[in-house]
């Protein structure tokens, strides 16, 4: 492996270790089912996540699962390669999620419903194989924009946590990259031999999410320190200073 791409995995794991650490996201004996879309912040947790089991003091097993939508042209045999490559046991779920929202109800606003669906036959999976971990891929970036979001559409001063106790369902939800920048993955995924599969979803793309990324995008040109602050500013707990 190049120095420079030795560099680039080094700074991911670096930024799982501390996450993990801080958050303590990780119990000896955690079985973990890593929730890959074949998007690039899934796939590039998953190779994080497996070579972290290497050295990380606490042990854990892991397998990979993917939710199909239904949509007809998504080919999972990119991941099952890899996984195979990376020995990782992977699970692919089929379910009729698209055709549910588009052609049955017509969604006007498809993005939220989906994810509950998506997120409800993850979890189911994560209990069938008898896990009791998921991880998924958020990195800073994604909860800078559901911080923005929430503030924006529904009022509220939100973003996801780094370990979330879905009660329901008796499993642990945890985020090992959320203290890592987009930027960093980005590095990764075009140095390393990893994958992404395309999401053919219309949606793709065309969100408020991608609204938000790029709006975040356009002041950090102008103010090239705020993504770090604004990150500072989410693990700030000691200066919140609001109206209550
Ligand atoms: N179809 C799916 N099957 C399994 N897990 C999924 C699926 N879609 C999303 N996830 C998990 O939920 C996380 C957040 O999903 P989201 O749709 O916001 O993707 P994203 O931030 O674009 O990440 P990615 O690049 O991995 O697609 C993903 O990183 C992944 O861990």
């Given at each position: 492996m190049k120095h420079a791409n030795k560099i680039a995995m080094k700074q991911i794991l670096g930024g799982i270790r501390k996450a993990v650490e801080e958050y303590d996201m990780i119990q000896d004996g955690d079985k973990i089912v890593v929730g890959v879309s074949g998007g690039k912040d899934s796939m590039v947790l998953l190779y994080g996540m497996k070579l972290f089991q290497r050295f990380s003091p606490v042990k854990y097993d892991l397998a990979a699962v993917t939710i199909?939508?239904?949509?007809?042209?998504?080919?999972?045999s990119p991941i099952e390669e890899f996984c195979k490559k990376i020995d990782v046991p992977y699970y692919v779920v089929d379910t009729d999620i698209a055709e549910i929202i588009?052609?049955?109800?017509?969604?006007?606003?498809?993005c939220a419903l989906c994810a509950k669906m998506r997120r409800g036959a993850l979890h189911d999976k994560v209990k069938d194989l008898g896990f009791n971990k998921v991880a998924l891929g958020h990195h800073a970036d994604d909860a800078l924009e559901t911080l923005f979001l929430s503030m924006f559409y529904e009022g509220r001063i939100s973003t996801f946590k780094p370990v979330t106790y879905l009660s329901n369902k008796d499993i642990h939800c945890i985020?090992?990259?959320?203290?890592?920048k987009e930027a960093q993955v980005e590095g990764v995924m075009n140095r390393h031999d990893i994958p992404v599969v395309e999401s053919p979803c219309p949606m793709d793309r065309h969100t408020k999410r991608e609204d938000m990324k790029l709006l975040l995008k356009s002041i950090y040109k102008d103010i090239p320190e705020g993504r770090d602050r604004l990150i500072r500013a989410i693990r700030n707990k000691d200066q919140l200073s609001l109206w209550f």
């Open positions: 199909g939508m239904g949509f007809e042209n998504f080919d999972t588009f052609d049955i109800r017509k969604e006007k606003n498809p985020r090992p990259m959320l203290l890592l």
